[in-house]
């Protein structure tokens, strides 16, 4: 395959995923097949007691169902789109009016994403590195909506960080901290 049919495919494929869906996520929580909670966004204000207890209550709703079912499930006002990936579930919460289908490529999306900042990801890479799964996600969704949506630009945006963190904690001699060369 040609670079420039590949580089049409990939500006396609933002193009398509860029139209504007106007879906806010109410939440997004990671957690295992043991239902331990790996990571979780809110982007609705609520107590930590309320956050508890929809945590424990959707990790055993989604735990309970057979992989065969659908991805989708009406819970209290919201839809609930989750998808497995390995050992790790990726549920969202989103309001009933917005497409399920579009919080499936933006969970998707994630995952390509956590995919290539850490060369096949795994569970592990969660738990040790969470600061980065964090960092990631506020690059690519702010407020429960995408805000970039181009899988370059946020993987740029990841490097230019992680080089500005190892310049800082690179050891400078006094000279250099005063700027004297």
């Known amino acids: 395959m040609s670079n420039n049919v590949l580089a049409k495919s990939e500006w396609v494929e933002e193009e ?4 504007n869906t ?3 996520m109410q ?13 979780q966004k809110w982007y609705v204000p ?6 508890k207890k929809i945590t424990r209550e959707l990790v055993q709703t989604v735990l309970a169902r057979k992989p065969k079912m659908c991805s989708f499930l009406e819970w209290r006002d919201l839809k609930i789109v989750y998808k497995r ?24 999306r994630y995952v390509e994403l956590l995919d290539k ?6 569970e592990l890479d ?12 506020d690059e690519f969704l702010l407020g429960g909506e995408a805000q970039e949506t181009s899988k370059k630009n946020v993987l740029k945006a990841i490097e230019q960080a992680d080089l500005l ?6 050891p400078r001699s006094v000279l250099e901290e005063i700027g004297l060369t």
């Open 22 to 24: 106007g879906l806010k």
């Open 46 to 51: 609520l107590s930590d007691k309320e956050k």
């Open 117 to 122: 900042y850490f060369g096949s990801v795994c």
């Open 165 to 170: 963190q190892e310049e800082a904690e690179t």
């Open 27 to 39: 939440f997004m929580l990671l957690f295992s097949r043991q239902g331990k909670l790996r990571l």
């Open 16 to 19: 398509l995923f860029c139209l």
């Open 126 to 137: 969660i738990i040790f590195n969470f600061e980065k799964a964090y960092f990631i996600l």
């Open 85 to 108: 990936y390995a050992s790790l579930y990726f549920c969202c919460a989103i309001e009933n009016q917005d497409n399920e289908l579009i919080t499936l490529e933006i969970i998707h």
